[in-house]
């Protein structure tokens, strides 16, 4: 038999019917929704007399719009509870569970998926959301797809799709203290830039990746939709089997084994050959900064920002021209001991409990600096509430963060918490667009450490030189 | 869907790269239940200056662009999220194709799903398309050709450009994607079935 990668397997494990025209019906395991790419899919359904297929493989949540203040206060903005009241209503008539806002699982759609087990190795799972690519940690085929395919998933529960292209990256060596898992995927796409991995689903291979936590993966492959990918696959392994044991929606008892068995084996063959390779070397990453307006426009933190004449094509001396101008920073200068206004900890990406505890180690015994307003938005509830038996929210409180429920919120700016024009802030989030975190606000992307220390410092600074504080309950932690 | 067979429409260019759906549609637009109404959120922030006028700097504000059906653009256009709302804002707006060196995956599959043509040129051929539209100062027509899948001006330029068989078979003739992915509805009960014994592929 002729070598597959782990891509093809679940490909070809998912392929109802190929088309005559060339692409394939793909059948999805589960199906997540969210408040905002769902309305016109299931008003479409409405119009046309359809229905949802298969209700128990779909799983709605509340998350971009929502507030993330006191949730007894009710929504004050009108449109955002238009939505939120149309997806209850739609969950309801189409009989598709919901965790709203009332829910103690509610939370980023990629944060609560995983969180639950729902996610699990094999699986083909879609969401009207871009960083559905965060699944792919589990070695998961996960993409997302815009409204129309959201109907035709509900409708059919199958995509069309042409295959892919698969790009291996692999990554050897171990990165040094102080490098995160968030470093390792801005540097590689500084490599291969954000359309590096347009219309391929990137492997994640290489010992480094092997070393990385599930949660660590998650920061991975949640950003290869930034590389430009279709998707980010790791092959599950002994350390995804551990995450996944005993969380409420995985299987259980002898499902459980047979399963567990299954996925260790689901992998790529050696000798599989992938459509492009590049490669990384963790040793050689520093913790990395975004000074432009597109996560490819990112450098060591010790860097200085380029001259727009470094770049080889008048297209990118225009958009690194624009950038500079947007951010308000001039070719030369240094990155390091740049002034920020604000620090967001949260998103999709950076918002799970590993990442709350190693800010909290930075933070713990400081204190924000005085003209910084610093935000800690954990990924889920259930993050919340673990990070609370932990101690963790009072470490951020009383460094003068404020600690709230969770939601989007300043990843993309849809509810109340955005920057102001002008505004500088270190983000654990995803993008750095022109406005994403509010209009005219300046966005530098970077690790969770590294933004703490930020908040600390008032300044982007290389955390590495920094001593890490013990967590209260760390001993506990450790066994 | 609408069909989209051949158009021929005044070209406006936007020669800028990596240009992504935060911009062509910014968020705070997003809280719609229907999929219209965004034509006026269409490249909002850079078309509007923060006090609500438009910004005369803006490419599309510019006379030359008014009335434009083409977009040319630059590479990697529609990175981002994926929100369909960006294409539904393009084609509200009335654009009916856009050219570009390369796409973002998503926004292409979701302009093809809305019968707004995502048209691959060679990079080198954009910058022509560039020139040529600049140096004609607000008259520049293109023909955009899915049957022959060619790009003309009428004035020397054409070029080739690829479109997968099913897409374009879907986007000449408008079908529902949904109503034909249900004709396999004996396939897709037959895969379940099949998964359900735990002898599927
Ligand atoms: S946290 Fe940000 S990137 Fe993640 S799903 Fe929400 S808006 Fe999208």
Redesign the pocket.
């Given at each position: 038999m002729i070598p597959r990668t782990l891509f093809q397997k679940i490909w070809d494990a998912h392929v109802v019917h190929r088309l005559p025209e060339g692409p394939a019906l793909i059948y999805v395991d589960l199906h997540l929704v969210?408040e905002v790419t769902s309305p016109q899919a299931f008003a479409g359904l409405r119009l046309t007399g359809r229905r949802v297929r298969r209700p128990d493989l779909t799983i709605a949540t509340v998350?971009?719009n929502v507030p993330t203040g006191d949730r007894l206060v009710p929504i004050a903005d009108p449109v955002a509870a238009r939505q939120l009241e149309a997806l209850e209503r739609n969950a309801r008539d189409s009989s598709v569970e919901l965790f709203d806002l009332r829910s103690p699982h509610q939370g980023?759609?990629?944060v609560i998926g995983p969180e639950l087990g729902l996610t699990q190795p094999g699986m083909v799972i879609v969401c009207g959301?871009?960083?559905t690519s965060?699944h792919g940690a589990f070695g998961a085929l996960a993409f997302g797809i815009g409204t129309s395919e959201v109907e035709h998933v509900l409708a059919t529960q199958c995509l069309v799709a042409s295959q892919p292209r698969t790009l291996e990256a692999h990554i050897i060596g171990r990165p040094g203290t102080g490098v995160a898992a968030k470093d390792l995927i801005l540097a590689l796409i500084g490599q291969i830039g954000t359309a590096g991995a347009t219309g391929h689903v990137i492997e994640y291979t290489g010992e480094a990746i092997r070393a990385l936590s599930m949660e660590e993966r998650m920061t991975v492959c949640?950003m290869s939709i930034e590389a430009g990918a279709r998707a980010g696959l790791i092959a599950p392994d002994e350390t995804t089997v551990a995450y996944l044991a005993g969380r409420p929606r995985a299987p259980q008892g002898a499902a459980w084994t047979r399963a567990a068995e299954q996925w260790k084996r689901l992998r790529s063959d050696p000798g599989a050959e992938y459509d492009v390779g590049v490669a990384l070397d963790a040793a050689a990453v520093a913790p990395q900064v975004t000074w432009g307006t597109s996560p490819g426009m990112v450098k060591d933190i010790a860097g200085r920002v380029p001259h727009p004449s470094d770049f080889p094509t008048a297209a990118e001396q225009r958009a690194a021209a624009r950038a500079l101008e947007y951010m308000g920073l001039a070719p030369g200068m240094a990155l390091e001991g740049l002034p920020v206004d604000r620090v967001f900890l949260?998103?999709?990406?950076n918002?799970r409990i590993e990442d709350l505890r190693v800010a909290a180690r930075v933070v713990r015994g400081h204190r924000v600096a005085p003209h910084v307003r610093a935000l800690v938005v954990p990924?889920s509830q259930q993050v919340k509430v673990q990070a609370e038996r932990e101690g963790l929210d009072r470490i951020f409180r009383e460094a003068g963060f404020e600690w709230r429920n969770s939601?989007?919120?300043m990843?993309?700016g849809?509810n109340a918490d955005i920057l102001q024009p002008g505004e500088r802030c270190a983000s654990t989030?995803?993008?750095n667009f022109e406005g994403r975190q509010g209009r005219g606000g300046r966005t530098h992307l970077m690790s969770p450490a590294m933004a703490a220390a930020a908040a600390v410092a008032g300044r982007l600074v290389d955390v590495r030189g920094w001593t890490l504080a013990d967590l209260p309950g760390s001993l506990e932690l450790a066994s | 869907m609408q069909p989209f067979v051949r158009h021929v429409g005044k070209a406006a260019a936007l020669p800028r790269t990596n240009v992504d759906t935060d911009q062509i549609v910014p968020k705070q637009f997003l809280k719609r239940l229907e999929r219209t109404g965004f034509g006026p959120s269409l490249f909002h922030d850079w078309r509007y200056r923060p006090d609500g006028a438009p910004n005369p700097d803006f490419e599309l504000n510019r006379a030359e662009a008014h009335g434009a059906t083409v977009l040319v653009t630059g590479a990697n256009f529609g990175c981002g999220?994926s929100r369909e709302h960006a294409v539904w804002a393009l084609a509200e707006h009335g654009f009916r194709a856009i050219v570009a060196p390369s796409f973002a995956d998503i926004f292409f599959a979701n302009c093809c799903q809305n019968g707004l043509l995502p048209v691959r040129l060679l990079a080198r051929e954009v910058d022509e398309l560039f020139r040529r539209c600049r140096a004609a100062g607000g008259e520049y027509w293109l023909t955009v050709d899915l049957e022959q899948q060619r790009v003309e001006d009428g004035l020397g330029f054409t070029a080739p450009f690829p479109m997968d068989p099913y897409r374009r078979e879907m986007l000449l003739r408008g079908l529902d994607e949904i109503g034909r992915t249900l004709l396999e509805e004996p396939r897709i009960a037959e895969y379940e079935r099949r998964r359900a014994a735990g002898t599927a592929p």
């Open positions: 969210h998350d971009h980023i759609v990629h959301d871009s960083h965060t949640n949260g998103s999709c990406t918002a990924g939601g989007c919120s990843c993309l849809m989030s995803n993008r | 999220s």
